[in-house]
């Protein structure tokens, strides 16, 4: 590798994804992380200092923690990123300019200045979503969890982020709504549509959710919460809990 973690250890051939939990069942919850990894495949040269793989820049730190949290411990199948954003963001669309980034806070990354996009997508944007898009058809959940982390300021535009979890949305909010309030009545700080809004950056959800018709939570939480494995295993019980009353209060409508 070029920088990063150790590549992730997959059966077979490597792939820009992995699942892990058990199998999922029709109608059950499920949860999708696009930037649940700091892999960078070794043919891939970024240029940056290798301390930036371990930042917000690179992973949505703790996110990976508190996915097998929910995988193993309460059965959440997950569907997770095995390549860094730095190397392709799954989270924005393929003429997104920043879906191979040239610069993230602040940061340039030499090695994406002038890369070959179209490369880029074949081997891992495309996978990766033609994987998700078999995988949410085949089971046509009745929720979609979609697990971020933010950082508490950018170096970029360092104003404070006081939210401690956000709920995203684009266009449809019927689980947000609930989320939004379940999380408050845990006494957290939640942002509605903050740090940033979903009606801007929601392109995974837009996708495969929002165009099935499914519901879901585009969770984001922030890193100084998520960042020791017992704090995973905390926040990973609390999305358990929250997904799975949003659950019931949707069958219910």
Known sequence: MANGREAPSLIGEWQPWRRIGPEPSKGGIVLIADHASNFVPSDIELGIDPALMHEHIAIDIGVEGVATNLARRHGVPAHLATVSRLVCD????????????????????????????EERLNCFHRPYHDALSAWLDAVRPGLCISLHSFTPALKSAPASRPWEVGVLYNTDDRAARHGIRLFAEAGLTVGDNEPFSGKDLNATMNRHAEARGLPYLGIEVRQDRIDTPEAQERWGDLIAEVAARVALMLEAA
């Open 90 to 117: 799954f989270n924005r669309d393929e003429d997104d300019p920043r879906v191979v980034p040239d610069s993230s806070d602040g940061h340039t990354i030499p090695g994406n200045v002038g890369a070959n996009r």
